[in-house]
């Protein structure tokens, strides 16, 4: 996936669930990434550093650690954005639990 996109989905997090208890913890962590994202999304920010980049990279992957999906799990969905995924590993759950 190309850090743009990662970018979106962590962006989209930050927007949608910043307030949300449930996820408390991990937009406490991310704060940066998540924020970066946002403003990198948004073209408030249109350059980042290897050290920019890296803080991206590591709450995406955190991310999808969290919600037990694989980077080329993502890479087969037609569109990557936060529902999309969010659904997929929905799906995915049920999926598991009913074999």
């Known amino acids: 996936m190309e850090l743009l996109e990662k970018a979106q989905v962590l962006a989209e997090i930050w927007i949608d669930y910043r307030d949300d208890e449930a996820f408390e913890d991990f937009i406490e962590y991310n704060d940066i990434g998540l924020s970066l994202s946002y403003f990198v999304t948004e073209g408030l920010v249109t350059q980042t550093s290897n050290?920019?980049?890296?803080?991206?990279?590591?709450?995406?992957?955190?991310?999808?650690?969290?919600?037990?999906?694989?980077?080329?799990?993502?890479e087969q969905l037609p569109h990557i954005n936060l529902t999309i995924i969010l659904d997929y590993c929905a799906y995915r759950d049920r999926k598991d639990t009913s074999d």
């Not at 803080?55 to 080329?72: A, G, H």
Request: aromatic share 12%; glycine share 4%.
């Open 51 to 74: 050290l920019g980049d890296n803080y991206i990279k590591e709450s995406f992957d955190l991310f999808t650690s969290l919600i037990s999906i694989e980077e080329e799990e993502l």
